[in-house]
């Protein structure tokens, strides 16, 4: 089989449209059509039904979708291990996002590379959803998120259950206020529950997409926003900063994701690295 078959269908699963995935994969709807058309003639049996919604899963698409993510997966696996820089004898690939990059998966990095020289190391940064997407593909071995939706042949692994708590500057501040208040990029349902709470802050005066940058801008300039426990731990310790009393919490865990069939030496160090990096996270390996 054609392993661009395999992609485009699950491209298809993914965006529930053959035009959107036709646009994700830069093709002619016509050309993903004839690709479908050409994996159903293979398999003997339909796998869509379409309709102006987009395209609907047949059963035998539905039992199709975990031998298609296998398929790809097991290509991919053996290009990349094919491709090993010379003295390399294994390949991890994992992907986060963004704020988790700093300090956890920096502080992985360092870990690998001084404990595991021997592995190869891919990563990547991106969102989401699109992590879970790479994980099914077999492009990543392990992807770092929060509050990842559940998809087949997706295991899940909890690597901290943290909370985002509200910090000032100010010592004396009791509430959360506009003025001088940061809202942080932390992901959609922190977003609908920070709506709930706060709704009037829907327009705070400054929005930042990165929870490092904004406890940096916080730290230099002042002001009050929600941040992970451990990120602002030694700032709290120090008197830099202050919780803000009678502030809610927010619970805000990390998970790592993979598939059930990348579970070889190599991705249980990489494991075993990731809950390092969490421990050396409070020894400050890497700035927050």
């Known amino acids: 089989m054609d392993i661009d078959l395999a992609r485009t269908f699950l491209d ?10 036709a646009e994700r994969l830069n093709i002619t709807q016509t ?23 987009g395209a609907r899963l047949t059963p035998a698409g539905n039992e199709f979708i975990r031998f298609a993510a296998s398929l790809v997966q097991i290509w991919e696996r053996a290009r990349q291990q094919v491709a090993l820089p010379p003295g390399r004898e294994a390949m991890v690939a994992i992907g986060g996002e963004l704020s ?28 989401g959803e699109r992590l879970i997407e790479k994980v099914q593909a077999g492009v990543l071995d392990i992807a770092i998120m929060y509050a990842p939706s559940q998809r087949p042949g997706i295991q899940f692994e909890l690597l901290l259950e943290e909370r985002l708590i509200a910090v000032s500057t100010d010592p004396e501040a009791t509430e959360v206020t506009g003025g001088d208040y940061v809202q ?6 922190f977003a609908a529950h920070h709506e709930i709470v706060f709704p009037h802050l829907r327009d705070a005066g400054s929005f930042v997409g990165l929870g490092p940058l904004a406890l940096q801008y916080i730290l230099a300039v002042g002001g009050s926003g929600y941040f992970r426990t451990r990120a602002v731990r030694r700032y709290l310790d ?4 202050h919780r803000v009393r009678n502030a809610p919490e927010f619970s805000f865990s990390i998970y790592a994701l993979s598939s059930a069939q990348s579970d070889g030496p190599a991705v249980q160090t990489a494991r075993r690295g990731l809950r390092m990096a969490l421990d050396a996270e409070a020894e400050g390996w890497a700035q927050p």
């Open 31 to 53: 050309a993903v059509s004839a690709r479908i058309k050409a994996l159903e003639d293979q398999i003997g049996r339909s796998l869509f039904v379409r309709n102006k919604a």
């Open 100 to 127: 988790l990059w700093n300090p956890l998966l920096l502080n992985w990095l360092i870990w690998m590379r001084r404990e595991a020289p021997e592995i190869a190391l891919r990563t990547q940064v991106d969102l």
């Open 184 to 189: 942080v990029d932390w992901g959609p349902d």
């Open 12 to 21: 298809v699963v993914s965006t529930g449209s053959f035009v959107r995935a």
């Open 238 to 241: 120090d008197g830099t900063l």
